[in-house]
């Protein structure tokens, strides 16, 4: 992802906000975009636990039932 590697922060915001349309357009949730990330959330979502193995980091996202 260019964003990641461009140092202008207004070309980077703009290529931030495209990566959140795209984002948005093919997940179910709405979707907030960072520069290492995304993040969605859900009304029914409960928590997210976040874990590391090495180099690796997991997520674990429940819901409410």
């Known amino acids: 992802m260019k964003a990641l590697t461009t140092y202008d922060p ?8 495209e990566a959140l349309e795209i984002f948005v357009d093919y997940t179910p949730w709405y979707g907030l975009c ?3 990330g995304a993040r ?3 009304p029914e979502l409960a928590g997210v636990e976040y874990m590391i193995a090495g180099s690796i980091y ?8």
Do not use: N, P
């Open 40 to 42: 969605a959330e859900a």
């Open 10 to 17: 207004e070309e980077r915001a703009d290529l931030l906000y």
């Open 58 to 65: 997991y997520q674990d996202i429940y819901y409410e039932e």
């Open 34 to 36: 960072e520069s290492v």
